[in-house]
T-cell receptor
């Protein structure tokens, strides 16, 4: 079965500090992709970062990076130098290259304190 | 501009009525998806389609139906059999394979359905 679990309903971070959001997933397939999406109060979904499972190197996008631990099926998101605009709900997602199924976790609401 | 459009933004229906949510994309994407978002439960997959005239049930398909008669369109019908239809519904589309550089799923702005 393909599952995604986010165990932190809410997180908070001080502006300019670093925060890590956790995500674990389960899949029996070898062809899959992982994503982090951001949903601000407007509810528009925005891609933050993506990771191909066959790549060992962790993806980075400016202040955003992931820690992809394939054996542990863990895919955490690190936000460095947090900004007020980072406040949003963050969703971890898994895409199966075999079935075309794209599923999401429960989400983590991130609060950024000035 | 290319994008994915959901309409309407807000929808009100009486209990017992079927209602259809619209989703149209002009991104030339093969795959389309429907999700339901409830507080504390994240995005749950209702149906998805990889090709015209074919679709698969997601994790919570009961009480919903879809059609994929055109590549650009993937309407979702919330039937009277859906026990708790009030929710925020999101539609998305993506290329068939996520192998391309920067490939991702794009989302519409959502439809808030309220059943009274």
């Amino acid at each position: 079965a393909q599952t995604v679990t986010q165990s932190q309903p809410e997180m908070s971070v001080q502006e300019a500090e670093t925060v890590t959001l956790s995500c674990t997933y389960d899949t029996s397939e070898s062809d899959y992709y992982l994503f982090w999406y951001k949903q601000p109060p407007s509810r528009q979904m925005i891609l933050v970062i993506r990771q191909e499972a066959y790549k060992q190197q962790n993806a980075t996008e400016n202040r955003f990076s992931v820690n992809f631990q394939k054996a542990a099926k863990s895919f955490s998101l690190k936000i460095s130098d947090s900004q007020l605009g980072d406040a949003a709900m963050y969703f971890c997602a898994s895409y199966s290259g075999n079935t075309g199924k794209l599923i999401f976790g429960q989400g983590t609401t991130l609060q950024v304190k000035p | 501009d290319g994008g994915i459009t959901q309409s309407p933004k807000y929808l009100f229906r009486k209990e017992g009525q079927n209602v259809t949510l619209s989703c149209e994309q002009n991104l030339n994407h093969d795959a389309m998806y429907w999700y339901r978002q409830d507080p504390g439960q994240g995005l749950r997959l209702i149906y998805y389609s990889q090709i015209v005239n074919d679709f698969q049930k997601g994790d919570i398909a009961e009480g919903y139906s879809v059609s994929r008669e055109k590549k650009e369109s993937f309407p979702l019908t919330v039937t009277s059999a859906q026990k708790n239809p009030t929710a925020f519904y999101l539609c998305a589309s993506s290329p068939l394979a996520m192998t391309g550089l920067n490939t991702e799923a794009f989302f519409g702005q959502g439809t808030r359905l309220t059943v009274v």
